[in-house]
């Protein structure tokens, strides 16, 4: 299959607000007032985990159709623990972001529990979020004056 | 520093459609309609570059204020190619997500060259979403009927 080309675009309206222009949508990123913004919507690390519980409930219902198997309702639950030290240039001792990512499927399906550990084994291989996040991703800065 | 813990609750409303809730904000992550979505937000992809851009932008005015110099604008273009055939499981040979992530900074500033240079360093190294795509962020997924 071809690469698929995704893009956005990004202005700064505040130290902490952006908006993105991603097609036709628009998404507002701040902080909250207790990180020294306007809170004018969900911050960077809460859109990270959104981008990935999206990504699992689609791979969820795509690798169920492949396995016949029923979802009749999916929720899912993720969170992860930051140290800001590094953000705010106070150490450097311990990572950026996120130090672990945990998830938490609940699934109400036909399936049992042997089947439904090789569903969540393929959704976590195939979920792209699940790889960018899993292993090294290159990215590449250029500075435009 | 103590660790600060970020937590999303997210519904399936369709095998696209994922509503997710960070705090008191609703994100609603969909896929376009040539991957098969109803296209009612943006995809997950997509949103994984929308939160490096709000990253981003936080990073540049923390870090321009630290080094006094001043940022009078910031346009934020972020792209990069994945190759959806490990997705749908056609193709196991490349990786699911983004092979690289590519960030244009548009910056009007008073810096010269050399000091917007180590800006974009300290950026890339404090940012906690440029952390969690450029090295491995351990996921542990665990199911519940």
Known sequence: MADIKFRVKAKSESPTKTL???RNFDIIVDEP???GGSDLGPNPVEYVLAAFAGCLNVMAHLIAKEMEIEIKSLEID????????????????????????????????N????????WVN?????????????????????LKK
């Open 20 to 22: 993105v222009k991603a």
């Open 33 to 35: 007032a207790d990180l």
């Open 78 to 109: 993720l969170g992860g623990n930051l140290n800001p030290a590094r953000l705010f240039g106070s150490s450097y001792d311990d990572r950026a972001g996120y130090k672990q990512i945990d998830v938490a499927l609940k699934v109400d399906s």
């Open 111 to 118: 399936a049992d529990e042997e089947t439904l550990k090789k």
């Open 122 to 142: 393929a959704i976590e291989d195939r979920c792209p979020v699940s790889d960018n996040l899993q292993n090294p991703t290159p990215v590449k800065i250029s």
